[in-house]
């Protein structure tokens, strides 16, 4: 049967447990781990602070599940890319049925203390070849780069070694402070 049709996803949210690597039988790497989003608004009617947690069982192959396992622990908060899976079984005749997403590609957040905004959410797409330009596209002339190359989230606070160890392991050339972290495939 054809495929004619895909269900892309795209998001941001906080490891729950820390992610454990294990083999598949045919050896390669595989991370299952479950990511909360948290949302939080106000009454209308009483002025009472509400909160609501969503979760989603995220499963990571190959290369990319290694480098997730090395470096991802509970409470780390990404920005994903996958697609949505629909799994049906049976246990002890009774029916069960839940959503997950196979994760394709993922970056680090800043970590931030009391806040829900999206603000950083790191989105870099429109840079080409997945690598952010260090100078601005259009201007008179080039200017001297003020933020010498880095690997910064983007608002430009510096990510540790072991953050940025996941671009360097793919070969992804720092980029400016200020600039979002490109997309990873």
């Known amino acids: 049967m054809a495929k ?11 490891i729950g447990k820390t992610p454990v690597l294990s083999a ?8 299952n781990f479950s990511l909360a989003a948290n949302e939080s608004w106000k009454d209308k009617n009483t002025q009472e602070e509400k909160e609501h947690t969503d979760w989603l069982d995220m499963v990571v192959f190959g290369k990319l599940a290694e480098v997730m396992g090395q470096h991802l622990q509970q409470g780390d908060p990404i920005w994903f890319e996958g697609v949505l899976r629909h799994e049906k ?15 394709k590609e ?9 806040s829900n905004h999206n603000a950083n959410i790191p989105d870099a797409r ?8 260090t100078q601005p596209i259009y201007g008179s002339e080039p200017q001297p780069n003020p ?17 940025a160890a996941f671009y360097t392991s793919r070969n992804i050339k720092p ?6 972290p490109p997309l990873v495939p």
């Open 4 to 14: 004619s049709g895909v269900f892309k996803i795209t998001g941001y949210g906080n």
């Open 147 to 163: 933020n010498p190359p880095g690997y910064y989230f983007e608002n430009g606070e510096a990510m540790t070694q072991q953050q």
């Open 175 to 180: 980029w400016a402070k200020g600039l979002r």
């Open 24 to 31: 598949l039988p045919s050896g390669d790497s595989v991370l």
């Open 89 to 103: 079984w049976e246990k002890n005749g009774v029916k069960f049925s839940k959503h997950k997403c196979i994760l």
């Open 106 to 114: 993922f970056g680090f957040l800043n970590k931030r203390e009391g």
């Open 126 to 133: 429109h840079h080409q070849n997945g690598a952010a330009p």
